[in-house]
């Protein structure tokens, strides 16, 4: 869903990237229009959105952007790629980060499909060094390429299918610096596919502080304060 403010533009962000992810962002919504993967069984859904982008909403992606500058994020963790529509809001909010008050920054992008990490570094190309410079993609099965070189992270997006959001929650965990923010889609239309990762944030002594904020179908933000 477009919004009405927009800050990237308010930050500056060159006219090609912001048309960019106009036109990605219509061709998800377009796509999904015709393919409803809530329909689909978890073992089915590999396959039947094997092609599609599934991005993260514009008005979420534009969220995050604003959040990750706000915490002058520099290691975010995003949990489900796909074509890396949602991982281009989080480069360009490292690259932002980085230049602003120096040191170094990593988006982890991690995404299954080897074809889809393709066409994602393909995109980034089409944005630029201030898109990409700050990504370090990783291919295969986040269980496994989450396992190693992982730095104090400040930020975790997690947009992959039901199923493997609590295990890789469990993986980042003890990364997670002291209010290192986790976001989650769709955590109200969604809510029973979530229970488990829900009841886990929720439970007490968690560490999680959680807030569901009413986007279309809910975006969680729970802050790690153990
Ligand atoms: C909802 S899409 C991500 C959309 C993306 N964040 C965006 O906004 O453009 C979820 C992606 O997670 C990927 N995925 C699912 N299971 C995975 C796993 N175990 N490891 C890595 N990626 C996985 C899927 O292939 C799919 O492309």
Same mark, same amino acid.
């Given at each position: 869903?477009?919004?009405?403010?927009? @800050? $990237?533009?308010?930050?500056?962000?060159? &006219?090609?990237?912001?048309? +960019?992810?106009?036109?990605?962002? =219509?061709?998800?919504?377009?796509?999904?229009?015709?393919? !409803?993967? =809530?329909?689909?069984? @978890?073992? &089915?859904?590999?396959?039947?959105?094997?092609?599609?982008?599934?991005?993260?909403? &514009?008005?979420?992606?534009?969220?995050?952007?604003?959040?990750?500058?706000? %915490? *002058?994020?520099?290691?975010?963790?995003?949990?489900?790629?796909?074509?890396?529509?949602?991982? %281009?809001?989080?480069?360009?909010?490292?690259?932002?980060?980085?230049?602003?008050?120096?040191?170094?920054? =990593?988006?982890?992008?991690?995404?299954?499909?080897?074809?889809?990490?393709?066409?994602?570094?393909?995109?980034?190309?089409?944005?630029?060094?201030?898109?990409?410079?700050?990504?370090?993609?990783?291919?295969?099965? $986040?269980?496994?390429?989450?396992?190693? *070189?992982?730095?104090t992270i400040d930020?975790?997006?997690?947009?992959?299918?039901?199923? %493997?959001? $609590?295990?890789? +929650?469990?993986?980042?965990?003890?990364h997670l610096r002291h209010g290192a923010?986790?976001?989650? !889609?769709?955590?109200?239309?969604?809510?029973?596919?979530?229970?488990?990762?829900?009841?886990? $944030?929720?439970?007490?002594?968690?560490?999680?502080?959680?807030? =569901?904020?009413?986007?279309?179908?809910? +975006?969680? %933000?729970?802050?790690y304060? @153990?």
């Amino acid at each position: 869903m477009a919004s009405p403010t927009n @800050p $990237l533009k308010d930050a500056g962000v060159p &006219q090609h990237i912001l048309s +960019l992810l106009d036109r990605l962002h =219509t061709a998800s919504i377009e796509q999904e229009s015709r393919l !409803d993967i =809530t329909a689909f069984a @978890p073992d &089915q859904i590999h396959n039947a959105a094997r092609d599609a982008f599934i991005a993260l909403d &514009q008005d979420k992606c534009h969220f995050v952007y604003q959040l990750a500058r706000a %915490m *002058n994020a520099k290691n975010i963790i995003e949990a489900g790629t796909s074509f890396g529509v949602s991982t %281009m809001y989080l480069g360009l909010a490292v690259s932002a980060n980085v230049q602003a008050s120096g040191g170094s920054g =990593t988006v982890i992008a991690t995404e299954h499909e080897p074809s889809k990490g393709e066409q994602a570094r393909k995109y980034w190309a089409e944005g630029g060094e201030v898109v990409s410079k700050h990504i370090d993609l990783r291919v295969g099965d $986040l269980l496994q390429t989450l396992k190693e *070189n992982i730095p104090t992270i400040d930020m975790l997006l997690l947009d992959i299918w039901a199923p %493997m959001t $609590l295990p890789a +929650l469990k993986v980042v965990q003890p990364h997670l610096r002291h209010g290192a923010v986790v976001i989650i !889609d769709n955590t109200i239309s969604s809510a029973s596919r979530y229970k488990e990762l829900l009841e886990y $944030l929720r439970a007490d002594h968690s560490g999680f502080t959680n807030l =569901t904020i009413p986007y279309s179908n809910g +975006l969680e %933000m729970c802050v790690y304060t @153990p």
